[in-house]
């Protein structure tokens, strides 16, 4: 995937615009509590490069977890809608939002449900 910089500026605010809420509290998610301290994220090139490698074979299964890095992996295969192939890196954002349909745990900690998995990968790895 290429990407230029309107691209990559693009991308990074439609998250750090998701993360605000979610800093805020106004995210709309059951006992998901505000952040006291969330910083905005940068672009890190070295991680656009090394996503570029993960994903040159086209791999159905999400690649092995780095130790350094949280890995959030979205397969768009044959039948895949246009709009996710054209829009493929806001459409997995977006995938990762739907924890508005969800109960958080009250804990605050990923309890090991399946349909929060995402979601928690996202929390972790964006915050």
């Known amino acids: ?13 439609f998250v750090n615009d998701m993360r605000s809420y979610v800093a805020l509290g106004d995210f ?19 991680l656009e490069s090394l996503a ?6 086209c791999p159905e299964n999400p690649p ?9 992996y979205r ?8 709009f996710k192939l054209r829009n493929s890196l806001r459409a997995a954002v977006l995938e990762w939002t739907s924890i508005e ?3 958080w745990s009250t804990s605050n900690l990923f309890d090991g449900n399946p349909a929060s ?3 928690a990968n996202a929390i972790l790895y964006f915050v």
């Open 101 to 103: 349909d969800m109960i």
């Open 64 to 72: 092995l977890e780095y130790p350094t890095n949280g890995v959030n």
């Open 75 to 82: 397969f768009y295969g044959r039948n895949t809608s246009f």
């Open 28 to 46: 709309e998610a059951q006992n998901l509590s505000s952040a006291g301290d969330m910083n905005k994220l940068r672009w890190d090139c070295g």
């Open 117 to 119: 998995r995402d979601a």
């Open 1 to 13: 995937m290429n990407l230029n910089d309107r691209d990559r500026t693009d991308l990074l605010n």
């Open 52 to 57: 570029e490698q993960v994903i040159a074979d």
